[in-house]
Each structure stands twice: as structure tokens, then as C-alpha cells.
């Protein structure tokens, strides 16, 4: 009569440690499901915000080219070219055309090939 019972409570106490194992390798798996999605997520909106702003750096040199303050233009120039570290072979190509020609003092011949960069840019 006892060893009966004693096989019940050992039952009993193997069946809690396993849905408790069983809860525990859900939780992770549910976790590490999670963690995949967000780092994707994130390498998405990285790369996308990356285009954004090499973009829009190019946009506000080009317009401070245009204007004459060379300072705000080389300051948005560097930025652009930080953002642009996946850019297609013909921006970059243009973009560094235009930093020559901007560096030489050419500022219509810069302004020419940073345009041509940004439309490659798509």
C-alpha cells in the first residue's frame, strides 16, 4: 500500500518537472523568435534610413552649394558620404567627382556630378 503511493507522488512529481521544463523551452523558443524578428526589422529600417540620409544630405549640399555657404555644404557633403557606405558604383563615382571638383573651387562642376549622384541614388 505504501509503494503504491509512493509511485503516485514520484509520477506526480516527474509529470510538474516536465510541463515545467516544457514551459521554460517554450518561453525561449517564443523569445528567440522574437529577437529574429526584431533584428530584422532593424536591419531593414537601417538600411533604408542609411539611403534616406545620404539623400537628403546630398540635397541640402547641393542647395548650400547653390547659395554660396561652403561650410553648411561640406558639413552635409561629409555626411552624405557616411551614408552612402552601400551606395551603387555610379553615385559614388559622381560623389567623388563632386568632392573634387567642390575641393578645386569648381562649384558648377561639383554641383553637375553631386546631381548625377543623387539621381543614382534613385
Known sequence: ?????IISIV??????????????????LTSGTNMTNV???ANTTTSDTSG?????????GIKALKSGDNDAAKTHLDAAKL???NAPDEAMKHF?????????GDTKGA?????????ALG
Open 39 to 41: 533584428t530584422t526589422s
Open 83 to 85: 551614408a552612402m557606405t
Open 1 to 5: 500500500m505504501v509503494l503504491p503511493a
Open 111 to 119: 554641383i553637375m556630378h553631386l546631381n548625377f549622384a543623387e539621381e
Open 96 to 104: 567623388e567627382e563632386g568632392m573634387k571638383a567642390f575641393n578645386d
Open 52 to 60: 534616406s540620409s545620404a539623400k537628403m544630405h546630398l540635397e541640402e
Open 11 to 28: 509520477s506526480l512529481l516527474v509529470l510538474a518537472g516536465l510541463n515545467s521544463v516544457s514551459a521554460q523551452n517554450m518561453t525561449n
